[in-house]
């Protein structure tokens, strides 16, 4: 079965042949992280969780390589940490830190519980300044980066087919983006690859003074580190296509020969909530975090899925409820997630571009041990007790149930029944209720 995927930079679906089969190179740009993921921020998270999955499943678990950056280094980071550091007489970039790393554990937690694996790296921009800024004395020596006024721009007339993801020309480039208009830029669309920093703001020594690296070169340096010049996919929301992307060409293909930078880019299209652009001032901005306050991560992953990653979608309170249903009755009929192989259907419409909602329908028709299968290749544990209770999301904390039960049939035995009630009413308090049979002790959570 041949995996075939649509290339954002041919517009064409195309049928994907791995550089190595024995190392499929996959990256995706990661969190910004200085606040909590909202719920649009989890779709790229989780398709191409899916896209990873399915790679391993496809080439083998040890064959495929998945980097998915943090940015720790970014100007709304800045901003957060000033608010942060008030009038403590601390360095800046202790309180950066402090925010980041806070903010990376709870992104890491948030989308474990959407059912998301590790990636193989997820590299931090902070640990990665040195190979940013032999990347940009790189460019500056072979003519693509110019230094003025402190900063390091690239210089986009030295790339003759810049703009060809996106497929603007510079003139329309300049006309539909807002420029930052400065007076060191010889282009207008020449763009930041390092600039200085103030007392106030995280900086690193350089050649060219006191300061920080861009966005963009952060991912080039950070994919060229972990997956080398040229790699097979390279991921994220359809929003980051221009400029993001696009400079992450020029300035990789720049420093690199022209050697192309990935093979195959995909992007995913927005969510919406509840038919609007998810704003602050909108009111319909919804957190991950608040999401797995009322609803199963499984749920949430679920309902991710229902819709073609490369579609608008509507996030609907509705919907989560329709999938909420169906997840619940699947985990009652496809009790044996282990054994059974996904169904040729199934796996065609998964490998058509990953045709998520295609591969969802044939799982409605598929037996009990296809449809564990499926659901297995799509990232979903079949813990009927994960779904029933919001707050019961690890595996962590299932072990913890097992270990007061075994508290409880331990003072059962010595007769310390006072102690033995104590453990059930503990229980009963987070709605976990106990079933003493011949076989022992089973629980389930009353929603
Ligand atoms: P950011 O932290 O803003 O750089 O976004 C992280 C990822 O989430 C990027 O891949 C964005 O393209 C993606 N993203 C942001 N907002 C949305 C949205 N409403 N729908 C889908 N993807 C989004
Ligand atoms: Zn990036």
């Known amino acids: 079965m041949t995996l075939r995927l649509y290339n954002t930079l041919t517009r064409t679906k195309e049928p994907f042949a791995p550089l190595d089969p024995k190392n499929v190179r996959l990256y995706v740009c990661g969190p910004t992280v200085y606040d909590f993921a909202h719920i649009g921020n989890a779709r790229p998270v989780i398709v191409f969780d899916v896209l990873f999955r399915l790679l391993r499943h496809l080439y083998g678990e040890k064959h495929v390589t998945y980097v998915r950056n943090i940015t720790d280094i970014d100007d709304?980071?800045?901003?957060?940490?000033?608010?942060?550091l008030g009038d403590r007489n601390v360095p800046i970039l202790d309180v950066v830190r402090e925010l980041t790393v806070e903010t990376a554990r709870i992104y890491d937690e948030d989308v474990a519980a959407l059912g998301?694996?590790?990636p193989t790296e997820g590299?931090?921009?902070t640990a990665h300044v040195p190979q940013m800024i032999a990347m940009i004395e790189t460019l500056i020596a072979n003519g693509h980066a110019y230094e003025a006024a402190g900063h390091v721009l690239f210089d986009v007339s030295s790339k003759p087919d810049y703009g060809k993801l996106s497929r603007r020309s510079l003139d329309e480039m300049m006309a539909g983006a807002r420029v930052e208009v400065a007076p060191y830029k010889r282009n207008a669309m020449d763009f930041v690859l390092w600039k200085p920093s103030d007392a106030e703001t995280p900086g690193w020594d350089s050649a060219w003074g006191r300061g920080r690296p861009g966005w963009h070169i952060e991912c080039s340096a950070m994919s060229a580190q972990?997956?080398?010049?040229?790699?097979?996919?390279?991921?994220?929301?359809?929003d980051l296509m221009f400029p993001h992307h696009e400079n992450e060409i020029a300035q990789s293909e720049s420093a690199h020969h022209n050697h192309p930078l990935a093979k195959v880019w995909m992007h995913n299209g927005f969510l919406n909530v509840e038919g609007e652009k998810m704003s602050k001032s909108l009111g319909n901005f919804v957190t991950i975090h608040e999401l797995l306050q009322d609803w199963p991560g499984e749920v949430l992953r679920f309902n991710m899925l229902r819709s073609h990653y490369r579609q608008p979608m509507d996030w609907t309170v509705h919907g989560m409820k329709e999938s909420w249903g169906?997840?619940?009755r699947w985990y009652e009929k496809a009790d044996n997630f282990v054994s059974g192989q996904p169904g040729p259907a199934f796996l065609e419409a998964l490998t058509d571009d990953l045709n998520t909602p295609l591969a969802i329908s044939e799982?409605?028709?598929a037996g009990a041990a296809e449809l564990g299968a499926g659901l297995k290749l799509l990232g979903f544990s079949g813990n009927k007790n994960l779904l029933r209770d919001p707050n019961l999301r690890s595996d962590i904390e299932d072990a913890w149930v097992q270990d007061r039960i075994n508290a409880r049939n331990a003072a059962r035995k010595a007769k310390d029944f006072k102690e033995s009630d104590r453990i059930r009413d503990e229980l009963a308090a987070k709605g976990i209720v106990l079933k003493d049979g011949p076989s022992g002790t089973t629980w389930e959570v009353k929603r």
């Open 76 to 84: 709304k980071i800045n901003a957060r940490a000033k608010e942060r």
């Open 116 to 118: 998301c694996l590790p």
């Open 226 to 238: 972990y997956l080398g010049e040229t790699f097979d996919i390279h991921g994220g929301g359809i």
């Open 326 to 328: 169906t997840l619940e």
């Open 123 to 125: 590299p931090r921009a």
């Open 363 to 365: 799982l409605h028709k």
